[in-house]
């Protein structure tokens, strides 16, 4: 998230005109995200009304994490979006922030649906008949390059924009008045909002009927007071972050290493047919679903656990990268906090 700006008194090229652009790109982005929710919606209710096995297994409670991922993009791509055509310092800081997480999950999304999609169309052929290969390859083909379109190039394009110096300057021109984004360097900014997003997910980890844990399945009284005893650490966590205080950073790195190592011993552990149980799917919906083929194609051997490991070191890497960030005392740093 390091970006360049330009030397005192050199002067600049006004991106009002991209600013507008990538802005209304992001409102777009948001009523894309307002589509998704009300066709989630739509599809569980007909499916529902079905009376089929899948609908049996789909309830809302299920689909909560969509309906909240879509809610959610819709409310900040939108936000972002008006801050952006208003060349807010603010929101060119959040969005490049934004956009450099995308980037770096998206690309690896892309990657494991790259390997995982032939297979999964493969397998759906052995229960719907066969395609012809040329029929496969086109649906491959599209299917891949719609998402290396949503998950790569959209990404790097806000990447490249609004990492510019000249964005920069425009909007501290258009928007003089210093922000609470101005306080810290951005990669500081956005570790401690990557911790805030994580305490959230964690307290709407309440809203599930399970929760896998150590091999374990955690559910009611456990699984609320997990939830919220993490919650209320990755909140601790990022306040100190902001703040310049090295015990949060040190914090981040030590929970990152554990919550990676629970999730290891939980994924050799556990029997995911039983997790979906748990969800509420019942043995017919996991059936016709090919659950266990599916986990099968994504076992140890294959992907996943070389995926943890770089998204591993990629997380610890950029943890190092920040620490420089921080004041060499332990004891210093700023009272600032956020808004």
């Known amino acids: 998230m390091a970006e360049n700006g330009l030397s005192q008194g050199t002067s600049f090229k006004d991106r009002k005109g991209g600013l507008v652009f990538f802005g209304i790109l ?150 003089p008045k210093p922000r609470w984004t101005d306080q810290r360097p951005l990669p500081v900014l956005g570790l401690s909002l990557m911790l805030y997003a994580g305490a959230a997910s964690m307290l709407f980890m309440i809203a599930y009927p399970a929760l896998p844990f150590l091999g374990m399945l955690l559910t009611g009284f456990p699984l609320i007071a997990y939830s919220v005893t993490v919650a209320a650490i990755l909140l601790y966590l990022a306040r100190s972050v902001y703040n310049l205080k090295t015990a949060g950073w040190t914090g981040a790195l030590v929970l990152s290493i554990l919550g990676y190592g629970a999730g290891a011993l939980t994924f050799f552990k556990m029997d995911m047919i039983e997790y979906y149980r748990a969800l509420g799917y019942s043995d017919l919906a996991i059936s016709q679903m090919r659950l266990a083929e599916l986990w099968e194609i994504i076992g140890t051997r294959t992907i996943v656990v070389p995926m943890m490991i770089f998204s591993l070191a990629v997380w610890i890497g950029y943890l190092l990268y920040v620490r420089r960030f921080f004041p060499a005392d332990p004891q210093e740093g700023s009272g600032d906090t956020m808004p």
């Open 26 to 175: 992001q409102i777009l982005l948001g009523v894309f995200s307002i589509l998704l929710l009300g066709l989630s919606i739509l599809g569980v209710v007909m499916t529902r009304i079905s009376g089929t096995a899948a609908g049996q297994a789909m309830s809302l409670k299920m689909m909560f994490p969509s309906f909240l991922m879509y809610t959610v993009g819709a409310v900040v791509f939108i936000w972002l979006g008006i801050g952006s055509i208003t060349a807010k310092r603010w929101a060119r800081a959040l969005t490049l922030i934004l956009s450099m997480i995308w980037l770096a999950i998206g690309a690896l999304t892309f990657g494991f649906e790259a390997y995982l999609m032939p297979k999964l169309l493969s397998g759906m052929q052995l229960e719907g008949g066969r395609m012809p290969e040329s029929g496969m390859a086109v649906v491959t083909f599209f299917i891949l390059g719609f998402m290396f379109v949503l998950f790569v190039v959209l990404p790097a394009a806000f990447t490249l924009f609004f990492r510019s110096p000249h964005v920069k300057a425009t909007c501290e021109q258009r928007d």
